[in-house]
């Protein structure tokens, strides 16, 4: 995720009470300094926490997400037709005789440190699709069936339907 949706998670997270005996909710979720989730932490807050605020969060900045995904396709054109230049430059470059000039101790060998192959640009991807808080609410729904502190077989295949 990025800084903008991290940040509204924080702030919901430290504002949120949360009474000593269900659990603890992870304050720096998403961050270095926030380290790893313990199993009942993921438990907590995808059952609890996670399913109130991730729709929130997709709902404010999805559509400014599409539009930077829309932005970056056509930057992703443009860098693309660039480096498909490049590339055959360089191996146009590849492909010719060594020079036989011998010039500050060079020997004129293919593929030096100066002629490096160019690397192929990468596709931009969806940060957040639209379906995911969906997708996100199932799961947990899942969870809290599989979870529970007592599981009854008939709630089984609503949570296999869920997944």
Request: charged share 25%.
């Amino acid at each position: 995720m990025w800084a903008r949706e991290l940040d509204i998670i924080h702030k919901f997270l430290s504002m949120s009470g949360v009474p000593l005996w269900a659990g603890k909710l992870p304050l720096c979720v998403g961050e270095p300094a926030g380290g790893s989730l313990t199993a009942d932490e993921y438990k907590f807050t995808a059952t609890t926490a996670w399913p109130i605020i991730i729709p929130v969060v997709w709902d404010a900045f999805a559509t400014e997400a599409e539009n930077e995904h829309q932005t970056s396709l056509k930057s992703f054109t443009k860098r693309q037709s660039q480096f498909m230049k490049d590339w055959r430059a360089w191996q146009e470059h590849q492909e010719a005789p060594p020079s036989t000039s011998k010039g500050k101790g060079e020997r004129g060998k293919k593929g030096t440190n100066d002629d490096k192959e160019p690397k192929p640009v990468k596709m931009p991807k969806v940060h957040m699709q639209r379906e995911e808080p969906v997708n996100f609410l199932c799961l947990s729904a899942a969870l809290k069936i599989f979870c529970g502190s007592s599981i009854k077989l008939e709630m089984l295949p609503c949570a296999e339907e869920l997944l």
